[in-house]
């Protein structure tokens, strides 16, 4: 995406919109995480529908970074990431995790943190009860 510097940041975002332009999109709600002057970053969340039924399914989180030089607004696709809310629901690990830090649970620890499922926290909860018994 190239846009000249004549185009304001609302122009961008309306760009990143139009790209995705997909009967199976839904509703597009779309924040700036970081305004210039040369950066910026913008958070688009994608409603995706059911091929089927047209009813929501699931989200897809697109991160985009721009750059903003005196030849126009450049997209940076290295620096850009996409997060899909389907099956391995990586939006969805992503809010748990910050969650998880922003409430003070995993401030002073250190190493790797595994969010699992209620279910699969059921199941090691059993096998943690298991083992102890011996």
Do not use: C
Not at 38 to 52: H, S, Y
Not at 65 to 85: C, H, P, Q, T
Not at 100 to 108: H, S, V
Request: a positive charge; zero cysteines; aromatic letters at 10%.
């Amino acid at each position: 995406m190239s846009l000249p510097t004549s185009n304001t940041l609302e122009d961008v975002k309306l760009k990143i919109r139009e790209t995705f332009s997909n009967p199976r999109i839904g509703k597009t709600i779309q924040t700036v995480l970081k305004e210039g002057p040369r950066t910026f970053k913008i958070a688009t969340l994608f409603e995706i529908k059911d091929n089927n039924k047209n009813q929501f399914h699931h989200y897809s989180l697109k991160i985009d970074s721009i750059n903003k030089k005196k030849a126009g607004w450049f997209y940076e696709s290295e620096k850009s990431v996409r997060l899909d809310g389907g099956t391995n629901n990586e939006i969805e690990m992503l809010y748990k995790f910050l969650r998880a830090i922003f409430e003070g649970d995993i401030a002073a620890k250190t190493g790797d943190l595994h969010i699992i499922s209620s279910e699969q926290y059921i199941g090691l909860e059993k096998v943690l009860e298991w083992l102890l018994m011996w």
